[in-house]
């Protein structure tokens, strides 16, 4: 029996992306990060697109760092992204456009249009995905109304993931776990929703053949195995390409009355579920129901995570301010509670632009205590994350019925630990943080199931938390949270009348 393992998995995030090969011996797995890299944005027209071909050039770059530093043989390679956007492609697979970023403003008002079709209950009682303006199915929506329709002259509709599984392989597939996302697959039995497709009047063979993750899709094209040197048969395996699922398929021990929260520019907040819940509690809390890897169903919360604070730090960087997360996060902590929060739910905080500016304006809106000091508007957005936190996995027990006893969260987010201490507290319950690397580590797990090198999740997950440090937080001040609750509520209350 093989000895050692080696692999290559790609992370692409909203901001950057990481090329990393992961070796595989002895029941332990080692990661080594040979490419980091910006996944580019270009704005045209004042539309936010992604420059795909810049992106896979970049993954062509790291192919060929992996060969340089690992040699030419690899076990598979493997790529996750965020969720939603897509590439349209002709016959030839040329993309027929830059593709639309999900925080493109093209989408406004789509929603209301296409529940005038068919019902925000009706939809989700098929989909089970939660109305958000970012979703494919309102992206393609808004797609139709252009005067040139590309997709009536689109080949295939492909997913981040599937795109680039496209350029190495040359096969055109949707794993599931990624075409969950879009508001257009049915989440039992894990196909395309062709009846929705059909009512919103899209042409059907635009939408590839749908495969689990863990597919064999074919091996490295040759002119790919020439211009990187690597091997031509190197599998390109269709991991959990949803970012979120290869998260939770590297969490360890995720055992039922847990819940889990992948922590990144999103924070992604559910529990593994053996099948979706589809009533109208999960519709009006706003939960939205995707596919996970060994045909699981995630219930989860799309939130908005740390990007706020991503945001804040880009217009404090524009003003000579260029402080780094760790000092932003220790500058909250000096701050202290500040007994002021937002509705991180709030459109505006969704695009990009002067993020300070808009926290300040939320406050002075809802008649808050306002102060424009930079630890102050942090520890705003932190505890305001924390307060979500606290609300979501109050949703989701009643929804399931179950008490959640810990969370456990994985991703970047989890180096902010001003973070995941307010956390700690909002739930009143342990936190366990760790793998930082958690979309990565599921995304090499799918590849060495295929292959045979693992044999099962629960083997793999195993494996993970004897690979990585699993820090473990208990709460310290869950009475603020507690004695504050009704407060954050009233603010979120002041500002929905406010919409009306």
């Known amino acids: 029996m093989k000895g050692e393992w080696k692999f290559i998995g790609f992370d692409l995030g909203a901001e950057s992306g990481r090329c990393i090969v992961a070796a595989l011996k002895d029941q332990k797995i080692k990661l080594n990060q040979v490419h980091r890299f910006a996944t580019h944005t270009v704005k045209l027209a004042n539309e936010l697109h992604w420059d795909v071909l810049a992106i896979f050039d970049e993954i062509i770059k790291g192919l060929s760092k992996a060969k340089d530093e690992f040699g030419a043989d690899f076990d598979g390679i493997g790529i996750d992204t965020w969720g939603v956007d897509y590439v349209l492609i002709d016959s030839n697979g040329r993309p027929l456009s830059y593709p639309y970023h999900y925080r493109d403003n093209r989408t406004d008002g789509i929603m209301e249009e296409a529940f005038k079709i068919l019902s925000k209950e009706s939809i989700y009682a098929k989909a089970g995905n939660q109305a958000a303006q970012y979703n494919t199915l309102f992206q393609l929506l808004a797609e139709k109304k252009k005067k040139t329709n590309l997709l009536n002259i689109s080949d295939k509709f492909m997913l981040m993931p599937d795109y680039f599984n496209f350029l190495l392989s040359g096969k055109k597939r949707a794993e599931f776990t990624i075409a969950s996302t879009t508001n257009l697959t049915n989440p039992i039995t894990r196909d395309w929703l062709w009846e929705l497709i059909d009512t919103f009047g899209m042409p059907k063979t635009i939408f590839p ?69 589809l009533n109208k509690i999960a519709l ?21 995570g740390l990007w706020p604070i991503q945001e804040c730090r880009k217009s404090w960087i524009a003003e000579g301010n260029e402080y780094s997360y760790a000092q932003l996060a220790d500058m909250s902590k000096t701050a202290g509670f500040v007994n002021a929060w937002v509705d991180l739910s709030d459109s505006r905080f969704l695009k990009p632009g002067n993020m300070p500016e808009k926290i300040c304006d939320y406050l002075f809106e809802t008649n808050q205590i306002l102060k424009k000091e930079i630890g102050f508007i942090v520890a705003v957005i932190l505890e305001s994350l924390a307060f979500t936190y606290r609300k979501t996995l109050k949703e989701i027990e009643e929804l399931t019925g179950e008490k959640i006893e810990r969370l456990h969260i994985v991703g970047g987010g989890i180096q902010n630990e001003a973070l995941t201490q307010y956390t700690a507290d909002a739930i009143g319950r342990i936190v366990n943080a760790g793998p930082i690397e958690g979309a990565v580590a599921g995304n090499i797990g799918a590849q060495a199931i295929s292959i045979g090198a693992v044999p099962d999740i629960k083997c793999w997950r195993n494996i993970v938390a004897g690979s990585f440090a699993i820090k473990e937080y208990s709460p310290i001040n869950t009475k603020y949270y507690v004695d504050n609750e009704d407060n954050y509520e009233k603010i979120l209350k002041i500002n929905m009348e406010k919409k009306k």
């Open 209 to 277: 053949e749908i495969v689990e993750p863990g597919t064999k899709l074919g091996t490295l094209l040759p002119w790919l195995a020439k211009e990187t040197g690597l091997n031509t048969n190197i599998p390109i395996i269709a991991v959990a390409g949803h970012d979120t699922a290869s998260a939770v398929a590297s969490i360890p021990a995720m055992e039922s009355r847990r819940a889990f929260l992948s922590s990144g520019t999103w924070s992604l907040m559910g529990v593994e579920l053996d099948k979706p819940i």
């Open 284 to 304: 009006n809390y706003g939960f939205t129901n995707e596919g996970g890897f060994n045909k699981t169903n995630q219930l989860l919360k799309n939130i908005i």
